[in-house]
């Protein structure tokens, strides 16, 4: 066969150019037929892990919340010894006191307190606290011009226990003493004056029997009269002994 020139390879079926014995040159397609494309490579498994950030810890974390969740259903469900499911605990009611437990709210200007196996009343905002002794409070005004003090009373009834403070010093009585009587409480009220060390002292001081049956005192020192009787009002109208509270006075 002419070198060079195409001819026809029985053992390739197809056109070859040379000779038969340079061996195939290039190979072309047989007349009326198209070049293959390689078919695409087939994708291989997908990965069972996830490609996205923290996918393996999202994963366990969800494994544990799942073996937490059936752990604890066991648990609430696991039968008592009776063979049936323990009831779910009853819820606690919120605790709220009831109004007798909570005691008078003090009127606007005034605060109320508690001294311990004492008394609990109302007494004026700002006033200050002094201890006297075991049975007797003190409330110090701003400018220490007057003074509130609540106190026990030794005596037989409030009229005798005054027979004491008719014998102070320079002792002169400002208005009629009268009794009074509110609710359960009654006593006697007195307004005097008296010399003090450094001054005269005018007074108005009330002394009763609470609802414990026993005896207390309260006296406002210095300010002017209509203080002096307001102050002492509210205190006894707000005074309750120790015990459980009790309503305030009309």
């Not at 606690?92 to 605060?111: C, F, I, L, N, Q």
């Not at 008394?119 to 005004?141: H, L, M, Q």
């Not at 003493?177 to 008296?194: A, I, L, N, P």
Request: glycine share 8%; hydrophobic share 30%.
């Amino acid at each position: 066969m002419t070198s060079g020139g195409p001819y026809w390879n029985e053992d390739a079926q197809s056109w070859e150019y040379g000779s038969e014995d340079d061996g195939p040159v290039a190979a072309t397609p047989p007349p009326g037929e198209s070049s293959r494309t390689p078919a695409p490579r087939r994708p291989g498994p997908r990965s069972r892990t996830s490609t996205r950030p923290g996918g393996r810890v999202l994963r366990v974390a969800a494994l544990v919340v799942v073996v937490f969740t059936i752990a604890l259903t066991a648990a609430l469900l696991k039968p008592s010894d009776d063979g049936k499911p323990d009831d779910p605990a009853p819820m606690e009611k919120p605790h709220s006191a009831s109004p007798s437990a909570v005691g008078p709210t003090a009127p606007a200007g005034y605060r109320m307190v508690r001294e311990k196996n004492l008394f609990r009343t109302a007494v004026p905002v700002g006033w200050k606290r002094e201890v006297i002794d075991n049975s007797t409070i003190d409330y110090n005004g701003p400018n220490l011009d007057s003074y509130l003090s609540v106190f026990r009373v030794e005596g037989s009834t409030s009229e005798e226990s005054f027979k004491t403070v008719r014998e102070l010093s320079g002792f002169k009585e400002l208005a009629e003493f009268r009794s009074f009587t509110k609710d359960q409480v009654s006593g006697h009220h007195m307004e005097y004056q008296y010399e003090g060390e450094s001054r005269v002292w005018q007074v108005f001081e009330s002394r009763f029997r609470a609802t414990d049956g026993k005896l207390y005192g309260v006296a406002v020192y210095g300010g002017d009269r209509e203080t002096r009787w307001l102050v002492a009002d509210t205190t006894l109208r707000y005074f309750c002994p120790p015990g459980p509270p009790c309503t305030v006075l009309p």
